[in-house]
């Protein structure tokens, strides 16, 4: 996660009352130390803030690690199980749909796991490289492109968020920046597609990011 993306769904997070955004879940949660070491701004600008405030935050993720509150893929139906058992209100899903090869079912789960009344927190990439984990479909969408994946919630708020360059990218997270220049594509699945150089690095040298974020309702 970016950090003016970061900014901007934290500043969404807190304008909603606590008893519409709490528990809320957060997918695809990566670890504490992600959250909290290698890119402090995800725990400073969302989840601190709302836990000052009462709020439960509930972290998912399909590897089992310190941090991770429910292990499992939110295709899995036990995974579904175990999280409705939690009481989840609002659910945060940044960065995650494209990487998935079935988008409107992830979504539909997606929107399976907000209550009535709740929000769904969403940001996808709208100008980034290719980062495959394990893929990268390069679904890079527009605020109506993402909103016709969900289909009947009604859009509270949005923005195309621009993110700075990639030295601000490097500067930020050295180490998994020079991970990501010497091995492009590590971790990807080895039938995934793959991005050339042309594609994956030099239009970025001087390209800005930009993030779609998005606050749907479930009404």
């Known amino acids: 996660m970016l950090k ?16 519409q955004v709490s528990p809320l879940l957060n997918i695809g949660s990566s670890t504490r130390y992600f959250r909290e070491i290698q890119q402090p701004w995800i725990e400073r600008e969302l989840f601190s803030p709302l836990r ?21 893929a939110l ?9 409705s058992e939690l009481g989840v209100r609002s659910v945060c899903c940044t960065n995650v749909l494209e990487h998935v090869e079935d988008r409107r079912e992830f979504a539909h789960q997606l929107m399976e796991q907000v209550a009535p009344g709740g929000l769904l ?24 492109e993402l909103m016709a994946l969900f289909p009947g919630m009604r859009l509270v708020s949005s923005a195309i968020v621009p993110c700075g360059r ?18 492009p594509g590590a971790g990807a699945a080895t039938d995934a597609p793959r991005a050339s150089m042309a594609h994956w690095l030099w239009p970025w040298l001087v390209r800005p990011f930009e993030v779609t974020c998005a606050v749907l309702e479930r009404v």
């Open 4 to 19: 003016q993306e970061a900014r901007w769904l934290g500043r969404a997070l807190a304008a909603a009352p606590l008893s």
């Open 52 to 72: 000052r405030r009462g709020g439960v935050v509930i972290h998912q993720d399909m590897k089992a690690a310190d941090g991770v509150d429910v292990v499992g």
């Open 75 to 83: 295709e899995d139906p036990r995974c579904r199980a175990r999280l």
């Open 121 to 144: 927190f969403l940001s996808v990439p709208r100008a980034f490289p290719w980062h495959p984990d394990p893929i990268d479909t390069l679904f890079r969408p527009t605020v109506p």
């Open 166 to 183: 990639l030295g601000s990218l490097v500067a930020n997270d050295v180490p998994g920046a020079v991970r990501r220049l010497l091995k």
